[in-house]
């Protein structure tokens, strides 16, 4: 090691990075050198070039001084991408993260009495106001309002749901499961494709608390099919004096269907239709940062604020401010349709979306590429809403001299900034929806270093 750091190139890292680093990033270079040798992978010790290790070495702790959490490019045309962390927040949203994230604030204070206050009102009449429910609570997600909902409303007590609503959401959210953790006990009715309101209404009895609906948001079953109404699930609760309540998932606060997307169902019409209590996450088609929003019935909001869950899945101030921020988007003088990103990414033109594909397209053959092409696409809301219907869009479809497929794919997400694209039919494709005019420098840059290699 002594023998390393006197050699004038190794050494001089020193002058750049702290000598903890160096010795650190060293040790673990000679680690993977021996490792290769004991491993064969190395039959023969390459010529010692102080130069060539200590630009490794230096790449090593260059690498290990980046954030591990780092921004990425979506070239997926999947606008809410989960593994992607879902919505791009507005910059009103970004600002309030900051100015409550640096300062001190009155996350729990009422400015007007100088008493302790509660975080729920900060946004409480803002959800009311968009949704037309009575009250209002948020929390960290949606599977955590439900759970909350569950467990304030019916633990040990029946809860009643179609067999054709059973679902699971990535990472092992399974609704079957989480109604057993809040301890209440399943009665599934109805079949997988066919339930009807009357099979709710057999099997309420006065074990009943909750007629539970969900949004079967990542899948469809098609063909003879059969879901009850709402409205004549509220007739039934309210004669058996049960909740009627829906895990709506997705949420929209507003109609969608001038985009060609009709299926998803609006939150203030639900509860319109007679719903006690809807669940919904605020960071999949509201845009806004992660949280889960519960809307509904005075009564049974004041139960959920009461239970001492609420205080083990309660929001963040950073995700509360960021939340608050988006909702203020949704009101006048502002154009959610220009201002949340989400709902950007949908409204947008086939046009502009054309001439995002056009422009990257040009820009990629004035770098060199030759084989690059403009196609249309579709691309998809995500986030477990509209799993079906998919969205024209337009994306650029390429191929590399000596990189396979699967090596640009690889390559890319190497990259300073990585670009998540897709494969299509043995190319790589990046579609245009999901980028924005800011990424494409991004993208130029990541191809510029693909080829330089
Ligand atoms: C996405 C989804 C959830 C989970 O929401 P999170 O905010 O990720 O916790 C629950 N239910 C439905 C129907 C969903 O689509």
Do not use: W
């Given at each position: 090691?002594?023998a390393?750091?006197?050699t004038?190139?190794?050494?001089g890292?020193?002058?750049t990075?702290?000598r903890?680093?160096v ?9 993977a050198?021996?490792?290769?040798v004991?491993?064969?992978r190395l039959t023969s ?6 130069e060539?290790?200590?630009t ?9 001084r980046?954030p591990n959490i780092?921004?990425v490019?979506?070239a997926?045309g999947?606008?809410?991408?989960t593994n992607l ?6 910059p ?6 900051q100015?409550?994230?640096a300062?001190y604030?009155?996350l729990?204070l009422?400015?007007?009495t ?6 729920h009102s ?7 106001d968009?949704?037309?429910a009575?009250a209002?609570?948020v929390v ?6 439900v759970?909350?909902?569950l ?5 040990g007590?029946?809860?009643?749901a179609?067999?054709?609503?059973l ?5 092992a959210?399974?609704?079957p499961d ?5 301890g209440?006990i399943l ?6 494709n066919?339930t009807?309101?009357a099979?709710y209404?057999?099997?309420?009895d006065s ?8 949004h079967?948001?990542?899948f469809?079953i098609?063909g003879f099919?059969?879901a009850?109404k ?5 007739i ?5 004096n ?6 709506l998932?997705?949420g929209?606060l ?10 998803e ?6 509860l319109?239709s007679?719903?006690d ?5 605020g960071?999949k088609l509201?845009?806004g940062?992660q949280?889960?929003?519960i809307?509904g019935?005075?009564d049974l909001?004041?139960?959920l ?5 609420c ?8 995700s509360?401010?960021g939340l608050?921020?988006t909702?203020?988007?949704?009101r006048?003088?502002?154009d959610p349709?220009?201002?949340v990103?989400v709902l ?12 995002r594909?056009d ?6 053959i004035?770098s060199?590429?030759e ?7 579709a691309?998809?809301?995500?986030g477990?809403?509209l799993?079906?219907q998919d969205?024209?869009?337009?994306a ?6 000596s ?7 690889a390559?890319l997400?190497a990259?300073?900034?990585p670009i998540?694209?897709?494969i299509r039919?043995n190319?790589f494709v990046m579609d245009?929806?999901t980028l924005t ?5 991004f993208?130029l840059?990541?191809?510029r270093?693909l080829r330089g290699r």
């Open positions: 090691m002594q390393l750091l006197d004038a190139h190794i050494g890292l020193l002058r990075y702290t903890q680093e010795t650190s990033a060293l040790r673990s270079t000679l680690q050198l021996r490792g290769s004991r491993s064969g010790l390459p010529d010692f070039d102080s060539t290790f200590a490794s070495v230096a790449s090593h702790i260059e690498a290990e980046r780092r921004s490019i979506n997926t999947i606008i809410i991408h962390g879902r919505a791009r927040l507005a009103e949203a970004l600002d309030a993260i100015a409550i994230g300062n604030s009155n729990e009422d400015l007007h100088g008493k302790r206050g509660s975080r900060h946004v409480e009449n803002l959800i009311c968009l949704t037309g009575e209002a609570l960290n997600n949606c599977a955590s309002a759970l909350l909902s467990m304030a409303t019916a633990h007590k029946k809860v009643i179609s067999r054709g609503e679902i699971e959401i990535g990472g959210f399974r609704l989480v109604i057993e953790q809040s209440a009665k599934e009715v109805g079949s997988t066919k009807r309101a099979d209404e057999r099997a309420v074990e009943t608390a909750v007629l539970l609906k969900s079967t948001s990542n469809r098609v099919t059969s009850p709402r409205e004549d699930l509220a039934i609760a309210r004669n058996s049960t909740i009627l309540m829906e895990d998932g997705s929209v507003i109609d969608l269907s001038a985009y060609g997307l009709r299926d169902p609006v939150v203030s019409d639900i319109k007679g719903v209590l809807v669940m919904f996450s960071d509201l845009g940062p949280s889960g929003i809307a019935r005075g909001v004041g139960r604020k009461s239970h001492p869950l205080r083990a899945v309660r929001l963040d101030k950073l509360l401010a608050e921020a909702l203020r988007l949704y006048e003088p502002h349709f220009q201002s990103p950007r990414a949908i409204a947008q033109t086939i046009g502009e979306i054309r001439g594909a422009r990257l397209a040009d820009a990629l004035a060199g590429l084989d690059v092409t403009v196609a249309k696409s691309a998809y809301v995500g477990g809403s799993p079906q969205l024209e869009s337009y650029v479809s390429l191929s590399v001299p990189y396979t497929v699967d090596a640009i794919v390559a997400r990259a300073e900034t998540v694209g897709l039919s190319r245009a929806r005019d800011e990424d494409l420098p993208v840059k990541a191809f270093g």
